[in-house]
């Protein structure tokens, strides 16, 4: 096989980057664009020992689950990777994601899953985005893979409130990253990145975007790295209010710009209205809610009068917390540190939650966590892979039966959130 050949290839799957998958020759083959079920011609573009990536020249038997996008930019901005696509398909391409996890990394035999649940809304539902800004002030999303800017005018997963802020308002140098939240109510909260301090024209654009109705306030921060991670130390107040107010299944919680939150918040309350409903607590139950942020789930546990005790690595997160419980009249206790050195000193849980990071816990917090006898974990997770790899950790040590119940937190992209009831296979 040699570059720049062209096969035909039938796309039996799709990658977890939402690229097709074929055979040519006993070599796989990834085309980006194409859905499962479908016949292409493609070229290939990249050929190494195990695999090969090819580009997409013509459909010649179409999927029925392809649609048009409705976003002009799909296929160039890497925001998206599955628009192409149906959305009762995608959810039963989530939820296919997860059993395969459940099968080839974690060698799970006694699970079930259940069907993949619908976002309220496929488009829009983004609270959250960062947009960066380039040499010549246009601002996008980057490209597949690069650092390339992608301009857009409109993102269709971003909210409304969130589309709106940049209309009419004439960006100045110097900008790197324009960070946007928005609430419930339409407010928003905006975050300027540049590599150095606030110059004067960066605090006059502040002055200016602040002049919008919906936004509460507008501060600067500073990335002087070459990554494309919005992180400062401090953020600097240049107009208005440092943070939003919201609201999530009852609860009142002020977000501030580092603040981790969901980005899909009325997905996120029936998620965590599921992760309650799992764990069958009773009154006075105590139970431990591993990587607890700013604590949402932990006072909607409060609530409900059990105890609860979190820890949380990020100081200003367990500030938040601490503020959120005093704002919602509950009492919940919330430790400051890395969860695997914290989590033996928890003593007489009935039920963990755990809510890690997308590389899921470490084994040690899941040796503890076990060691605690606890009736069931409750495991949610923004990654199949992590999470069956732990899963299979976890059922090594006899917790064997799994209940999974994934959620499209993300619609048109391939990430699914999954929460996970684990219980020993003698129950």
Sequence with gaps: MIMAQEVMLF?????????????????????????????????????????AKAELLEILDGSPDR???????????GGCQIMHMAYEAQLLLKRKKVVDAFLRIGKLQDFQVAQCVASPKPLYYRNKIQLPVNENLEVGLYAKGTHNIVPIETCYIQSDAGNKILDGIELCTGLRHILIRSNYKGETLIVLVTR???????????????????????????????DNVLRSD????????????????????????????????????????KAFELGCLTLNDTVLDAYSGIGVFSIYLAKQGVKVIGIEIVESAVLDAKAN???????AEFLLGKVEDLIETVQNVDVIFLNPPRKGCEELVLQASIAKNPRSIIYTSCDPATLARDLKILAGFGFTKVFAYPFDMFPQTMHVETVVKIEKGDC
């Design 11 to 51: 796309i039996r799957d799709v990658t977890v980057s939402g690229e097709g998958v074929g055979t040519y020759e006993g070599l796989t083959i990834f085309v980006e664009g194409a859905l499962p079920g479908e016949r292409v011609r493609a070229r290939i573009v990249l050929k190494k020992s195990s695999y």
């Design 67 to 77: 649609v048009k996008p409705i976003c002009p930019v799909f296929g160039k901005c």
């Design 196 to 226: 150095e301090k606030a110059t004067e024209k960066i605090k006059a654009l502040a002055k200016k975007i602040s002049q919008k109705e919906s936004v509460r306030g507008v501060l600067h921060g500073v990335n002087a790295r070459d």
């Design 234 to 273: 401090a953020y600097t107040l240049l107009q208005g209010e440092d943070c939003i107010d919201e609201e999530v299944l009852g609860i009142k919680v002020s977000i501030s710009p580092a603040s981790f939150f969901q980005v899909n918040l009325e997905q996120a309350e029936h998620l965590y209205r």
């Design 325 to 331: 419980a005093l704002k919602n009249g509950v009492s």
